[in-house]
Structures are given as C-alpha cells and as structure tokens.
C-alpha cells in the first residue's frame, strides 16, 4: 500500500475498522524482518520507499498509507509506519512495525520535522512467517491535525530506545505523503491496467484473425 514493499505487508482494512470503531487499535500485518548480520559482515544497507496507499476494494474510503525501510536489493521490509482511516472523518491509527531488540515501556515517540506529536505504545511482539526473527509493533490513535503536520512535514522520525538504552532514530522522508494519501488506491489503479491490458491483448487477437481473414489466396 504500491511496489513489492508493500504487497510483504498487506493490509487489515477490516480490523481497523473495528479497531477504530470500538475504540481498540488495529493490528497490521507482518512484514519480514532480517536476521542479525554475522559478526565481522557489514550491516546490509537499508533505504526507504515511496508511501504507497492501497484501500478495502468494497469500500473506497477504508485506506492505509504505509512507507517501508527495505533491504537494498531485496523484497524484505524490516520497518515500516503505516496511517490508516476509519469511518469517522477525524479519526485515524498510525501503526509502526520494527525489529526486536528495543524496550517495549518506552513506546515509540513521533516527531514531524523535530516538533513531538505523540508516543505510540508497542502491543506486541510476533514471530516472523518467514524466518526465526521477531518483529514488534506499536499503534496510537491520531487525529486529522496529525495527518495535516505529515502533508506539511519533511520527515516523520521514530525515536526508539535500545536494550543498552542507547537511542536511535528512525526517519521516514514525507516528501511523497501528501500525494499518496490525497491519491487513488494503488492496488486499484494496478487492477484497472491489468484489465486493460487484457482487453487490448483480447482486441489485438481478435484483429490478428480479422487480418488472416482478409489475406488473398494463393
């Protein structure tokens, strides 16, 4: 929510949903985190994406803007924050998911550009599908003044705390925020080119026999 990063990600419009509407936080869902580099090995080179949004393809209006930090070279997402809308105008979730290894009561504060928003609590930590890691995740609900200070902002930052207490922090460029969220569905546009590729592929045969039709005779 999109290139591949996204896809590794998925996206759980339905628990939000609920999640905001009971007043509980939604749950994303897991992306893979690498395992530790071997001592001796250089760390692997991480880079952000682009945000990409993707929406409930039953309702246009359910969304989840996410940006990913991914491996150089490779289809793996070791962190990620993610905005997600809810039926009420003025009410949204931020979800994040990074790596193991930071302390939970901590929580992860946000700032946009410097300027402290709010701390979004860790809820839980889980096993990777794909491996032996572990991933943490962190949700807090937002309100649309937030999501303005992400369209005006130049970097979204993740302060996190490690086991050493050592701190650290984690910055998503915002320069494609705006246009993502104010955007169309990512998945649906993708959908829309592969019909239409289809039907072109469809016409272009039909006109291939149309043309062997009309060949003279030998």
Do not use: H
């Not at 946000?110 to 809820?123: C, E, H, N």
């Not at 649906?188 to 039909?206: H, M, P, T, V």
């Amino acid at each position: 929510m999109r290139t591949g990063a996204i896809s590794s990600l998925g996206i759980a419009v339905g628990i939000v949903v609920a999640g905001l509407a009971t007043g509980a936080l939604a749950e994303t869902a897991p992306a893979v985190a690498p395992a530790p580099a071997q001592t001796g090995q250089p760390a692997p080179a991480v880079a952000p994406t682009a945000w990409g949004k993707v929406c409930d393809p039953n309702n246009a209006k359910l969304c989840q803007v996410s940006e990913d930090y991914a491996l150089v070279g490779a289809n793996s997402v070791i962190g990620s924050v993610s905005i997600q809308t809810s039926p009420d105008p003025n009410k949204f979730a931020v979800g994040i998911q990074v790596p193991i290894g930071f302390l939970l009561q901590e929580g992860i504060p946000l700032s946009v550009d410097g300027a402290k928003k709010i701390t979004a609590p860790f809820i839980t930590c889980l096993p990777s599908p794909q491996g032996p890691s572990y991933f943490c995740l962190a949700q807090a609900l937002v309100d649309s003044a937030f999501v303005d200070s992400l369209k005006k902002g130049k970097s979204l930052n993740l302060a996190l705390v490690s086991m050493d207490r050592k701190k650290s922090t984690l910055s998503f460029p915002l320069a494609t925020f705006a246009s993502a969220f104010d955007g169309p569905d990512q998945a649906a546009l993708a959908r829309q080119r592969d019909d239409a590729a289809k039907i072109l592929a469809e016409k272009a045969k039909e006109r291939a026999k149309q043309l062997e039709g009309q060949q003279p005779k030998p």
